[in-house]
């Protein structure tokens, strides 16, 4: 029988035999009892990495035949052998390190190519409508007149708000102070300014200037409510820590601004008609009050004439009339005030952005983690594949 037909269990007997080798001193240096192999011999039991590594190193003149197809399989039968994965990952940690440190070094300095990025976060707090304050007894007075206070019932999407091209277009054109005291626009803070290289047109349309500046500036704007308290949150990224500090509560003061205004529009429109009407009402209120009391005194004894007790009765109904309709507008009038009041402020700022002391962005220590993962990954790749 030729050497090359034998199994990997019959060289190892074949081996033992030619070098007068006991079966308790070969089963010694490969760290394995006689029994077992017994049962590597017989071709019972196949051969595990660490039993084989020894056995070499114990025998160096024993030659494994390139062809032979006999060393443990990490998957055997859909089974995976755990232990010896982690045998051959083991013996190969040198390699393995060595590609994860490269990869963490490559990870590390692409990570200084990207631009710092700075964050800051301004936070505001909607206001409880039936629970401000030095209202209660204006209320109650508006009820004792008969009269209910509207209830303001109108919501708003903040981030629709925040991500408005009203806004946005304010913030376009502001100056802003940046870290080194000079005023810049957020147009020159991106270089959106500046003619491409490759451009054929060495004019910039400042209307496509500006469009580019809106779509950026809500890319750099983030806004998030919590539903259960109502806590809005509106923050900013930028390069610069100090503009976008600024920016961040130049968006929160302009939100407040433009929800207080449209909620209580309506109500300051009600008030200035009442106050129109009322001026209006108060003159022809004087003037039948002056006319009935030029009668009076023309016509001392109208209580005997009923002609001109008659002219008298329709000068004091007009008189009450007009006294009844301006009482009236003065108490609408009130109302339009409390509402007014009650109406604003509808959000509360709660923090200011402050200057962020430390980057948000690029995480080197993100960057690092990955890589190194990256690098284990593609190490043990390799190794497994060369098994």
């Avoid at 601004?257 to 106050?275: D, M, V």
């Avoid at 009391?293 to 209580?303: D, I």
């Avoid at 009765?313 to 301006?326: C, I, P, Q």
Wanted: hydrophobic residues 40%; aromatic residues 8%.
């Amino acid at each position: 029988m030729e050497v090359n037909n034998l199994t990997f269990g019959q060289k190892i007997k074949r081996f033992r035999l030619v070098n007068d080798i006991r079966q308790e001193d070969m089963a010694e240096k490969m760290g394995v009892s006689r029994a077992t192999l017994i049962n590597y011999e017989k071709g019972h039991t196949k051969i595990n990495l660490e039993a084989l590594d020894k056995l070499k190193k114990a025998f160096p003149d024993f030659a494994l035949d390139k062809a032979d197809n006999s060393k443990p399989k990490i998957i055997d039968e859909n089974i995976i052998d755990f232990k010896l994965l982690l045998t051959i990952l083991a013996n190969s940690r040198k390699f393995i390190f060595l590609l994860i440190f490269l990869f963490s070094t490559l990870g590390l300095s692409l990570s200084y190519l990207f631009t710092k990025q700075y964050s800051a976060e301004i936070t505001l707090y909607p206001a409880k409508n039936d629970n401000i304050q030095g209202l209660g007894q204006f209320q109650a007075i508006a009820m004792n007149l008969g009269m209910n206070s509207k209830n303001n019932d109108q919501n708003f999407n903040i981030s629709d708000v925040v991500k408005s091209r009203l806004i946005a277009e304010k913030a376009i054109k502001q100056r802003w102070i940046a870290k080194d005291g000079s005023k810049t626009s957020l147009i020159d803070l991106w270089g959106l300014n500046h003619v491409p290289l490759f451009s054929v047109d060495s004019n910039l349309d400042s209307a496509v200037v500006n469009e580019k500046a809106i779509k950026k500036l809500n890319d750099h704007i983030a806004v998030s409510e919590d539903r259960i308290t109502g806590l809005i949150r509106i923050s900013t990224k930028l390069k610069d820590p100090v503009i976008v500090a600024s920016l961040a509560n130049f968006v929160g003061q302009q939100v407040q601004n433009y929800i207080q205004k449209e909620n209580s529009a309506q109500s300051t429109k009600e008030k200035l008609f009442i106050k129109e009407r009322l001026g209006i009402v108060k003159g022809e209120l004087g003037l039948s009050e002056l006319k009935l009391k030029m009668f009076k005194e023309s016509n001392r004894g109208y209580e005997e004439s009923p002609e001109l007790f008659m002219i008298f009765s329709r000068l004091f109904r007009e008189s009450e009339a007009k006294k009844e309709v301006y009482l009236t507008l003065q108490k609408q009038l009130e109302l339009a005030r409390i509402e007014e009041v009650r109406q604003s402020p509808i959000l509360h700022i709660l923090d200011n952005a402050v200057k962020p002391i430390r980057k948000s962005s690029p995480n080197r220590l993100a960057f690092l983690i990955v890589s190194a993962c990256l690098g284990l990954l593609v190490s043990s790749l390799v190794t497994l594949f060369k098994y």
